[in-house]
């Protein structure tokens, strides 16, 4: 079964027509009340008669993060075969469902996401500051989640199977506008298989409660962290590779260059000499040894993307 979990908040706008549009493969749709202030859940019993909706309410906001997490434990105890998270502000079609589930149905991917800039017509109506901003946060995910060729990491867009979604540890998701990579690290984690699935998105008078600079911070945190988490889980406890040494010995190399070089650069300085040719080449063969190293892991970590799926079992049913 295709179960669809819909975070609602300031949503009302837009949320009973996105409903409407959902199509026949969904079995169950579930809207999350994330304590609304313009009271979507009650607007969606009201104005909704699909037998397929169930709407959940959230005595306190918990973000958008926070808010899919119940429904994915809500669509998980409904005996969901597949779990696809759509906003209800419009920005995504809903009949791109089958499309993006399609990779999961066929067994070739764990999950899938939208990526709204696979061709130049999907951007188009795009937010100047929106592209940039996406672009600058695709290269900092795909460092600390290894999911090198994805992109378009803060679509909310996405399908897991329910086989790799009981594997995700959803206590331990970032509750806000951190989820959708904290996610793709998780997934990461247990090794799924995550493939792009080209979309178009429509941006028209909704409400996005995003704003750069308050989310900067916690972003560049929150991507350090897990890079250092996923650096030391799979180079270094699951697993050891010549790229685990290639990582150590570049980084050592590295740091020992540059020191060098600021040390000595600092006392002839002083001394008023010039730094000689050997203090120089001791500060930069390390360097240029330690780039070298650093550029064998990255090849290496790229390389390294999970390629096979990790769910088992018969296909979901539709």
Known sequence: MIVVVIPCFRVAAHVLDVLGRVGPEVGQIICVDDACPEGSGRLIESGCTDARVRVVFHAGNLGVGGATV????????????????????????????????????????????????FSPESVRGMPAARLLGNAVLSFMTKFSTGYWSVFDPTNGFVAVHSDVLRQVPLEK??????????????????????????????????????????????????????????????????????????????????????????TSWHHFARLGRETPAGSVMLAALPLFVGVQLLLAFLNFDITAEPRRPVHVGPRPRL
Do not use: W
């Not at 699951?238 to 570049?250: I, N, Y």
């Open 173 to 262: 998701l970032a509750q806000r506008y951190f989820f959708e990579s904290d996610l793709l690290f998780r997934l990461s984690i247990v090794r799924a298989v995550v493939t792009d699935v080209p979309m178009r998105a429509h941006y028209g008078d909704e409400t996005s409660g995003l704003r750069i600079r308050r989310v900067v911070g916690p972003f560049l945190a929150g991507h350090a962290r897990n890079f250092c988490k996923r650096i030391v889980y799979g180079y270094f406890l699951r697993d050891f590779h010549v790229a685990s040494l290639e990582l150590v010995l570049g980084m050592c190399a590295v740091v020992f260059g540059m020191i060098s070089g600021v």
């Open 70 to 117: 119940t429904g994915f434990r809500a669509a998980l105890q409904a005996g969901a075969g597949v779990v696809v998270k759509l906003d209800g502000d419009g920005q995504m079609d809903p009949a791109l469902i089958p499309g993006l589930i399609a990779p999961i149905l066929a067994g070739v991917a764990d999950a899938s996401k939208g990526n709204r800039f």
